[in-house]
């Protein structure tokens, strides 16, 4: 993959002083990052999180999904480990750009739930391609991680790229009215783990 590093630099939080590290993909022209705290390059497992973009979430403070929360408490719990990495793939909307994703949400909106929205508009329940993490790892020096994920699809993502995921370590964030229904379709269509979804409770 035409992946190359950029520059890296600090990042003072809210929760501590990480670093982050920039990166170019030549082929696609997209700009991902990273960011770390503590020596993560040595062999004991790396607290990680795969975080894709969500505008909406992220910088818009949206609570129809739980992504703002999510990369809120991973940066949270590395800062408390005092080691760690999040990589932050720019992959809006599960894939589908920012564009799409708001004609999603319109039809989330008409009453359609998020996998039935994106094929409507002809696209896949997830969009993603996870394989840009292995040459920000591999420039990070992680090779066996503790992945911050409630997603089963990102640990077989990392184990088919060669990475060593030693634990996954649930991520159960940013319930709220708004994103309920939104929670219940991760677990039963995306097969997300959650406690109580997973139960089929989706009240």
């Known amino acids: 993959m035409p992946l190359s590093f950029v520059q890296s630099s600090k990042l003072p939080t809210q929760w501590g002083v990480f670093?982050?590290?920039?990166?170019?993909?030549?082929k696609s022209h997209k700009e991902h990052i990273a960011i770390s705290m503590g020596d993560v390059?040595?062999?004991?497992?790396?607290?990680?999180?795969?975080?894709?973009?969500?505008?909406t979430g992220d910088a818009l403070f949206s609570v129809r999904c739980d992504?703002?929360?999510?990369?809120?408490?991973?940066m949270r719990l590395i800062a408390e480990e005092g080691r760690g990495a999040i990589l932050y793939l720019r992959q809006e909307g599960r894939g589908i750009g920012l564009l799409n994703k708001i004609k999603a949400y319109h039809?989330?909106?008409?009453?359609?739930?998020?996998?039935?929205?994106?094929e409507q508009l002809g696209f896949g329940a997830d969009m993603r391609n996870y394989s840009i993490c292995k040459p920000i790892l591999k420039h990070l020096g992680i090779n066996d991680v503790k992945l911050l994920t409630n997603n089963p699809r990102k640990v077989e993502a990392l184990e088919e790229l060669g990475v060593t995921v030693s634990k996954r370590v649930a991520l159960q964030t940013g319930r709220n009215p708004h994103n309920l229904n939104y929670l219940a379709t991760k677990a039963?269509?995306?097969?997300?783990?959650?406690?109580?979804?997973?139960?089929?409770?989706?009240?």
């Open 67 to 74: 992504c703002g929360a999510q990369l809120e408490e991973a």
């Open 19 to 26: 670093d982050i590290h920039g990166f170019e993909d030549a």
């Open 41 to 55: 390059s040595t062999d004991e497992p790396v607290l990680l999180r795969v975080h894709s973009e969500c505008l």
């Open 188 to 203: 039963g269509k995306l097969g997300h783990l959650f406690d109580d979804y997973n139960k089929g409770d989706e009240s």
């Open 107 to 118: 039809l989330q909106d008409q009453g359609a739930d998020t996998v039935e929205a994106n």
